[in-house]
């Protein structure tokens, strides 16, 4: 991870094929402007009860900012989450799916703009191309992994032929994928220099599996909180 052997590898190129590569060093100043929370769950994400304990929890982080972005793996999961967080909580949320993009954009600017607090609810397309720099976005939290089931036929494919070749796809293959996508998801904090805020991530698979260290090393150097 953290490289570009995975972009190599779908792209088609070789080891030896004389391509070269350049990794520029970001502006921001991650260690200082942004924080990663590692929320101690009790569940892992695939559990019955996650859904439950994510609805318990989230009130507490979604007080960490004014204004603040929710990503969910599924529309199932953020619809439940919303309706149980607006009627027990009374929280005003708006949801992806329920109003436009772009309505839900201006609706959340217009708040942030009226010091009031604003909640985005969204799904994967949410954490690529959503640009809410400075005070309209300061509490990030991920709740899932993003995780994707190889369905495609290339995708089998490449999966086949990491198997024939005596790899593992779920290592070669999602893992690398996921940390694009984890990063991508992490990218919608900072959006200049100044901008400042916590990133919450509610999936305790980053501390418990093999392979979660290597998402998290993956990831900006943020300063790293682990809840106890």
């Known amino acids: 991870l953290n490289s570009f052997d995975h972009f190599r590898f779908q792209a088609g190129l070789k080891n030896n094929d004389g391509s070269q590569y350049q990794q520029v060093d970001s502006p921001f100043d991650y260690q200082n402007n942004s924080q990663l929370v590692i929320a101690n769950m009790d569940n892992e994400a695939s559990a019955p009860d996650f859904t439950d304990e994510v609805i318990t929890k989230l009130p507490k982080y979604l007080k960490q900012g004014r204004a603040s972005l929710v990503l969910f793996s599924s ?10 967080l607006r009627e027990e909580h009374k929280l005003d949320i708006m949801v992806q799916g329920e109003l436009s993009r772009q309505q839900i954009i201006a609706q959340h600017k217009k708040r942030c703009d009226e010091n009031k607090e604003s909640i985005i609810f969204g799904t994967q397309s949410f954490s690529e191309g959503l640009d ?24 089998q494919a490449q999966a086949e032929y990491v198997t024939a070749k005596g790899g593992n796809p779920f290592m070669t293959l999602s893992v690398p994928d996921t940390s694009k996508k984890l990063v ?37 150097p943020f300063s790293r909180v682990f809840e106890k």
């Not at 309209?136 to 036929?153: A, D, E, G, Q």
């Not at 990218?187 to 200049?192: F, K």
């Open 132 to 155: 809410l720099p400075g005070d309209y976005l300061n509490n990030l939290i991920i709740t899932k992994l993003p995780f994707s089931v190889p369905t495609s036929p290339v995708e």
């Open 75 to 84: 529309y199932w999961q953020m619809n439940k989450v919303a309706q149980t």
């Open 184 to 220: 991508q998801a992490c990218g919608r904090l900072l959006r200049n220099e100044m901008d400042e805020g916590v990133i919450t991530l509610l999936d305790k698979r980053v501390v418990t599996k093999r392979y979660g260290k290597q998402l998290l090393d993956s990831l900006p």
